[in-house]
C-alpha cells in the first residue's frame, strides 16, 4: 500500500530481480499508477509507449502529486498474468484541504482543526471523516497461479477465478491485525522469514465516527459488489473525482452496496452516528465468493470482513 499527500514529489524505484524457481523466464515489468494523469507517457506503465525493465535492471519513474483520491497500480507488462500473480497494490492520495491552517472556516462555515481530514478537497468539509480503511479487492485462480511454474503456455482461456480477497486476505484473516506469517510452502527459501499481506481489512469505529473505506478494484476477471448491512454508505468519490457537479450540484449518493470492475474505485464514507455497537459486515454478494475457494464445510471465509463498533 502507497499513501501519500497532495503537492508530494513522490519517486519510486522498481527492481526486476528475476524468479529463484524460473530463471529462464526473462520477463519484463513496469508499474502503471491507473487511473492518475501523468505528466509523461514513459512513467505510465504500458510498455507501448514507456518503458519495461529486463531482469536485473531497475527504473526509477517520478511523479507530482497534485490529484487527490483513491487509485491502485499495477504490472502492464503482461498484465492479466502478473497481477494474477500478486503484482499489484493500494495506492492513495490525501487532499491539500488536510493541511489547512487551524481555525480555517470553510465556505459552509465548517470550522476546519488541525488533524482534520477529508477525501478531497470539498471546500465545505463535506467529506470530512475520522479514519480511513483502504479495501483492495482482488481474486484469483489458483490452477492459473500454480501452471506459472510450468513450462508450457499458461491456460488463460481455462481461467476462472476461485477465491475472493480483500487486502489479499480471505475471511477470517481479513479480521486479524497483524502481518500474516509466511505460507509454510515458503519454508527455506530465502523469503521464509518475511511476512505476507501487511495490510488488515478490519474495519473499528467509535460511535458517531465517520469512516472512509478507499475502495479499489483489480480483479482482471470479475465485477464485484460490496454491501454493508446495517450501516448506510455514503458514496462521495468514484475513481478518484469528487462527486460534484460543474455547477457544484452535490451528486453523492446513500446506498448500501457498490458494484465495481476491474481498475474501478470508490470512496465510501460509513457514519456510525445512531448506529448500536456491534459487528457488522462488509462483504461480496457474489455469494460463491464467500467462501474460500467454494470449501463450504469450512464455514463463511471469502471476500468478506467485519465492521465493529464500540460504545462512545
Not at 522498481?14 to 530463471?23: A, E, I
Not at 500478486?86 to 476546519?112: E, K, W
Not at 483492495?136 to 508450457?152: E, G, W, Y
Request: contains cysteine.
Amino acid at each position: 500500500m502507497i499513501a501519500l499527500d497532495e503537492g508530494d514529489e513522490f519517486y519510486l524505484t522498481l527492481t526486476n530481480v528475476g524468479m529463484v524457481l524460473r530463471p529462464d523466464l526473462f520477463d519484463p515489468h513496469t508499474v502503471h499508477w491507473h487511473g492518475f494523469p501523468e505528466a509523461s507517457a514513459v512513467f505510465d506503465g504500458l510498455p507501448d509507449s514507456g518503458i519495461a525493465i529486463n531482469m536485473l535492471s531497475s527504473l526509477t519513474y517520478y511523479y507530482n502529486v497534485v490529484e487527490p483520491g483513491t487509485y491502485m497500480y499495477h504490472c502492464h507488462a503482461e498484465a492479466t498474468e502478473h497481477m494474477q500473480m500478486g503484482m499489484l497494490g493500494m495506492l492513495y492520495v490525501r487532499p491539500a484541504q488536510n493541511q489547512l491552517p487551524d481555525g480555517t472556516v470553510l465556505g459552509s462555515g465548517f470550522v476546519h482543526h488541525t488533524g482534520y481530514q477529508y477525501a478531497y478537497n470539498d471546500g465545505d468539509g463535506s467529506t470530512y471523516y475520522d479514519k480511513e480503511v483502504p479495501i483492495l479487492v482482488t481474486s484469483f485462480d489458483p490452477d492459473f497461479h500454480d501452471a506459472s511454474i510450468n513450462v508450457q503456455p499458461l491456460p488463460f482461456a481455462m481461467m476462472k477465478d476461485k477465491y475472493g480477497l480483500l487486502n489479499g486476505r480471505g475471511y477470517p484473516d481479513t479480521v486479524d491485525p497483524d502481518p500474516l506469517p509466511p505460507p509454510a510452502e515458503k519454508a527455506g527459501f530465502p523469503s521464509s522469514n518475511l511476512t505476507s499481506q501487511d495490510e488488515s481489512a478490519l474495519v473499528t469505529a467509535v460511535q458517531g465516527e465517520k469512516i472512509l473505506l478507499r475502495i479499489s478494484n483489480l480483479s482482471v476477471t470479475k465485477f464485484f459488489t460490496l454491501a454493508s448491512a446495517g450501516i448506510p454508505m455514503r458514496v462521495v468519490g468514484k475513481d478518484a473525482k469528487l462527486l460534484r457537479g460543474p455547477d457544484g450540484k452535490d451528486l453523492t449518493y446513500m446506498t448500501n452496496s457498490i458494484t465495481l470492475g476491474g481498475g474501478e474505485a470508490a470512496d465510501v464514507i460509513l457514519d456510525t452516528t445512531g448506529i448500536p455497537p456491534g459487528t457488522y459486515f462488509l462483504y461480496t454478494t457474489n455469494l460463491d465468493f464467500l467462501v474460500n475457494n467454494q470449501e463450504i464445510e469450512e464455514g463463511l471465509g471469502g471476500m468478506l470482513t467485519e465492521i465493529r463498533v464500540s460504545a462512545n
